[in-house]
């Protein structure tokens, strides 16, 4: 799967699963704008790219507003001439149960997964529809397919992402544009080592592969979404979970 001369536009790729996707789209001789919201880190990344072998640039971004949504796939126009790749990958959890749940925590979530999808899709799109090219993977999780305690914020934006990913890939097969999305189960970052061990070892009790998922398996599915290998799918959603809640 050869990326060689494309340009991709990753978000929360600072660590853990969008960092790894970045490092892998480079192996595969992509140029990566390295988007997060956390500068020092997506520099880091960037570096790493270089030392690979690809071009790197790291942007600051806060994929929730407008003109910072805005301004990271303006990066990818000035710095490498345009964008084949976008993944809109950026998240965070706010978790708590239903009943104590803050309105701010439920809208925060839905800013950074779904508003912050929109937005970053909408802006890509321009520069897709021209040229008549182009890929978007989104990161779903399978949380938006079976919810979790705890996170009524997280899988509603999450089973939000999977409905946005069909309407937009409806509306731009004609330009094609392929647009799809990824549901990772337990993987191996910050994210789920916050998850108390107890709770960890129940849910690789219930992964038929019997392990945690390591990002770089998500990153693997996001470059076959990439590549020309899946030009004619749109509008799917990879599970790479192991098998759990198959
Ligand atoms: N780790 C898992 O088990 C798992 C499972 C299913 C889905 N996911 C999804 O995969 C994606 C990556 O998760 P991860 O585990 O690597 O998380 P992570 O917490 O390690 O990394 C998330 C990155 O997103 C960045 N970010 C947060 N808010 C942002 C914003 N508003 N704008 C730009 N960047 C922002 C953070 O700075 C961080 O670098 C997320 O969308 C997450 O919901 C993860």
Redesign the pocket.
């Known amino acids: 799967m050869n990326l060689e001369g494309k340009v991709a536009v990753v ?2 790729a ?5 960092r790894e996707i970045s490092l892998f789209y480079a192996k595969h001789g992509a140029n990566v704008v390295v ?4 500068l020092d ?1 997506a520099e880091q990344v960037a570096r790493e790219i270089e030392e690979i072998g690809s071009k790197g640039f790291a942007q600051k ?4 507003e407008k003109e910072s949504a805005q301004g990271l796939i303006q990066a990818a126009i000035d710095h490498f001439g345009g964008i084949d790749i976008l993944v809109n ?4 959890t706010r978790d708590a149960m239903l009943h104590k749940m803050t309105e701010e925590q439920f809208e925060q979530v839905l800013d ?2 779904m508003k ?1 999808t929109f937005l970053c899709m909408q802006a890509a799109t321009v520069h897709m529809r021209q040229k008549q090219k182009g890929k978007i993977v989104n ?1 779903s ?3 938006g397919k079976v919810g979790n305690m705890g996170q009524v914020n997280y899988a509603g934006a999450k089973a939000g992402i999977v409905g946005m990913t069909k309407a937009a890939a409806k509306e731009l097969a004609k330009f094609q544009v392929n647009v799809n999305a990824v549901q ?4 191996d ?4 080592r916050a998850v108390p061990e107890k709770v960890r070892q129940l849910k690789i009790a219930e992964i038929p592969m019997q392990r945690v998922g390591e ?1 770089l398996d998500i990153a693997k599915a996001v470059l076959f979404l990439s590549s020309d290998y899946s030009d004619y799918m749109t509008g799917n959603v990879l599970e790479v979970t192991g098998g759990r809640f198959m």
């Open positions: 978000t929360g600072g660590q853990g699963i969008g988007g997060d919201l956390n880190s971004v806060d994929v929730s990958n950026a998240g965070i950074v997964h912050g990161i999780s399978i949380a990772p189960g337990f993987i970052t910050d994210m789920t990002p």
